[in-house]
């Protein structure tokens, strides 16, 4: 089936009741508790970007606890397989911008809320992708799936992780060519489709002078000074009307003291933009102003001359996914099985890379509400998760099921 009418023809109800689905269904329901203690349990294994092995450990145990055929891979993914390739794929990202200093700062209140970095993003979508597992093994299996299901806790999702983990899937032997659909879970809620890719690049600023005493030294280039001002030119960048776009200047470092010249002077830019073509005009501005920034520093200087070094550290590629896509279409048929009213939307998720390659991919909650991400007092209430995990079943399902349904519709 392709597009539109392969979707429109789908019988979500007559799917939802076959017996074997309608009890993976209620397991959802039927294991809440389950799901939320596993939920905390994995919250409290820190999983900073660049350092998600333990974590990965923790997830390996599970999938295999739970009847898996699962391993590590070379970008660290936790891997779980079931069936024949072609797959389609279900993920969730390992990594966290904040990891817990220890057990304690991931906890539960009176009211059932957990609370703690990480629990939200991306402990929802963790919880999400171990309560699939659990549940598909939990009893007989539709038996007429024309692809494989595979499961992946990745990493590199946050920062300058730079969608590593994303990256080896979709990229990179063994699975490269394998996967023809990817439905990633990143947060929690039910009331999104992320179907559109925000495009980013990611820059490190570096000045570097000869450095010395503020007062017998006054007059020699300076790194701080020339960074400060490529940051000043820089943020008078006009962004015109034209597709959504944003730049900011996350961090700033350098100096030894209030008394020494600087030596050295660094600086990270972040470029977003829903259009790669902006975003390439937006680092041909960030390029020019840190070259007139280092000449007029060098003009003014009546000394040592600084160097600058404009070095990409972060790269997501821009794309969307055509309103025909079959993977779309079932969202919303499920969802309007299920009652959920869905916005689409445009966001920066582990579904840039495949959307990017042509291969059909959403990002969608875990269920549940959340918010605080990306600080120490970061939450997640559970109440309704289950609605969502069966939305996510059901999508995959479909996915797994249609002839033809799964690589219809690829990035424009």
């Known amino acids: 089936m392709a597009g539109n009418a392969g979707a429109a023809g789908i019988d979500i109800s007559g799917l939802a009741e076959r017996r074997e689905v309608r009890d993976l269904l209620q397991w959802f329901t039927r294991e809440k508790q389950w799901i939320n203690e596993a939920h905390l349990q994995l919250c409290r294994v820190p999983a900073p970007t660049f350092l998600e092995g333990e974590r990965a450990v923790w997830f390996l145990a599970q999938f295999r606890a739970a009847g898996w055929d699962a391993s590590i891979d070379r970008a660290g993914n936790v891997i779980a397989i079931d069936g024949e390739a072609p797959y389609v794929a279900l993920t969730a990202h390992l990594d966290t911008v904040i990891a817990p200093r220890n057990k304690d700062d991931i906890f539960v209140d009176a009211d059932g809320r957990l609370t703690g970095p990480g629990v939200c993003d991306n402990g929802a979508g963790l919880a999400a992708l171990l ?45 490269a060519g394998e996967i023809e659909a990817f439905v990633v879970v990143d947060g929690a809620g039910a009331g999104h489709i992320t179907n559109r890719a925000l495009g ?21 280039g300076n790194p701080l000074h020339a960074l400060c001002r490529a940051v000043a030119l820089f943020s008078e960048t006009r962004l015109d009307d034209g597709p959504k776009s944003a730049f900011n200047v996350g961090r700033i470092e350098g100096g030894s003291g209030v008394n020494a010249i600087a030596n050295a002077a660094v600086a990270k830019v972040d470029i977003r933009s829903e259009s790669n073509e902006t ?9 020019a102003a840190v070259d007139r920034a280092k000449e007029i520093e060098n003009q003014r200087a009546t000394g040592g001359k600084v160097s600058a070094r404009l070095k990409e550290i972060g790269s997501r590629p821009a794309a969307a996914l055509p309103e025909g896509a079959a993977i779309l279409q079932y969202a919303r048929a499920v969802d309007a099985h299920l009652g959920i009213r869905a916005q689409l939307n445009c966001s920066s998720t ?40 069966k939305r996510i079943l059901l999508v995959l399902l479909l996915l797994m099921r249609e002839p033809g349904g799964a690589n219809t519709g690829g990035a424009k």
């Open 350 to 389: 582990d579904a840039n890379v495949p959307l990017s390659l042509g291969i059909p991919a959403i990002a969608v909650g875990g269920g549940g509400a959340g918010g605080g991400a990306h600080t120490a007092q970061e939450w997640f209430r559970p109440d309704g998760r289950d609605l969502a995990l």
């Open 279 to 287: 975003i390439d005009e937006l680092v041909r501005a960030l390029a």
């Open 131 to 175: 309560a699939i597992a659990r549940a598909w093994k939990s009893g007989p299996r539709p038996a007429d799936p024309i692809r494989g299901l595979l499961l992946a806790a990745n990493t590199g999702e946050e920062g300058e992780g730079n969608l590593r983990g994303m990256r080896g899937l979709a990229q990179e032997p063994p699975r």
């Open 200 to 220: 980013s690049r990611r820059f490190e600023i570096a000045f570097n002078g000869p450095g010395g005493h503020s007062w017998s030294d006054y007059g020699v």
